[in-house]
């Protein structure tokens, strides 16, 4: 039986500057996506934050239910949501109805979040991460069950609820994070692990055997920081000023560790030379992701970011086209992928 795995594409749905107007944004991005689907692209991520300037998806799941109208069999999935953040009952009755919309293509993927500005507003406290996301994953796991969630924790009460209706399909809960107890986390409780710039494969692995777990049963969907052109030196000139924006909001706001001891990168040259992205040619990327898939066949799912913050749609297209065209073929044969 040959190996399945869904390449895909990944969205922030981020606008600098507003330079764009939001319905334009939008429109482009669901007429990407289904283009994108044609090619032969498998599945489509979207992220979360809130309170940012520039429109970073603050809901990601009506996005998701508009995109599995557009779509007929591209998976449609979240990297990742703030499940922290989130009232856990609310979040499972949302995603079940996109489970039901999508006939059972939606995947609901999670992360711990690290923003104080979040946490503060919605009244939640960094402290509880680890305790709000074992006692959401739990009560999401009950809720799609059919029965009546009971559950008594430190930060929820739930007595005897009943959520409905109850997917026929219920999503996988895929578990994100970069620190160790996040991958030891998604290797114990998860459906697999999202995995961002290829951090953290080996400790999901390691973290596999001691939840108990072989190797087969783990699954890894790789947000993959891929520019991928048939000139990737100019390619890089194009898009250094988008990635110097994206990296260093992230470094800002902590996502590699605390802001004030994490430096700033100086330039889009540096960041994308000492950041997480990748720059290939299709055929130095052709033998990236086969080595990738080679090295890991937990690998259900290698997803790129679609375009860069205030970077035209038409660009993001152009690579799209590319790695549908140049790369994706010679990898599924490479690898002996179904198609």
Do not use: C
């Not at 779509?71 to 489970?99: H, Q, S, W, Y």
């Not at 692990?193 to 951090?199: M, Q, V």
């Not at 889009?268 to 299709?282: I, M, Q």
């Not at 052709?286 to 890991?296: E, F, G, K, P």
Request: hydrophobic residues 40%; without cysteine.
């Amino acid at each position: 039986m040959s190996r399945h795995v869904n390449f895909g594409l990944w969205y922030d749905f981020r606008n600098p500057g507003n330079k764009v107007p939001f319905e334009t944004l939008y429109q482009q991005n669901l007429e990407q996506i289904a283009w994108a689907e044609t090619l032969g692209f498998g599945s489509v991520w979207l992220t979360e934050h809130h309170f940012v300037e520039d429109g970073y998806t603050p809901s990601p799941l009506v996005i998701a239910a508009a995109i599995g109208q557009r779509t007929k069999t591209m998976r449609v999935g979240t990297n990742l949501m703030l499940l922290p953040l989130a009232d856990p009952i609310r979040l499972a009755e949302d995603a079940a109805a996109l489970a039901i919309l999508t006939g059972g293509r939606f995947d609901l993927g999670v992360g711990i979040g690290y923003r104080q500005l979040e946490f503060d507003y919605f009244g939640r406290k960094l402290s509880h991460r680890p305790s709000l996301m074992e006692e959401g994953i739990s009560i999401i796991r009950q809720a799609w069950s059919g029965a009546p969630v009971v559950h008594q924790g430190k930060r929820f009460h739930v007595n005897g609820l009943t959520v409905a209706p109850r997917p026929d399909h219920p999503p996988q809960i895929l578990m994100g994070g970069m620190a160790e107890p996040a991958i030891a986390r998604a290797a114990r409780i998860g459906d697999g692990f999202l995995s961002t710039g290829g951090i953290g494969h080996d400790v999901y692995v390691d973290a596999l055997a001691a939840a108990g777990k072989t190797a087969a049963e783990g699954a890894i969907y790789a947000g993959h920081w891929g520019i991928i052109a048939e000139d990737p030196e100019r390619e890089a000139a194009a898009v250094a000023d988008y990635a110097l924006y994206q990296t260093n909001t992230y470094v800002s706001w902590g996502a590699f560790g605390p802001p004030a001891q994490t430096p700033l990168f100086a330039d889009g040259a540096s960041a994308l030379r000492d950041g997480l992205y990748e720059l290939h040619d299709g055929n130095s990327a052709v033998d990236a992701l086969t080595q990738l898939l080679n090295s890991y066949p937990q690998i259900k799912d290698i997803h790129f970011w679609a375009q860069f913050p205030g970077e035209p749609v038409s660009a993001g297209s152009k690579r799209i086209e590319y790695i549908a065209g140049h790369v994706l073929p010679r990898v599924r044969r490479n690898v002996g992928l179904a198609d």
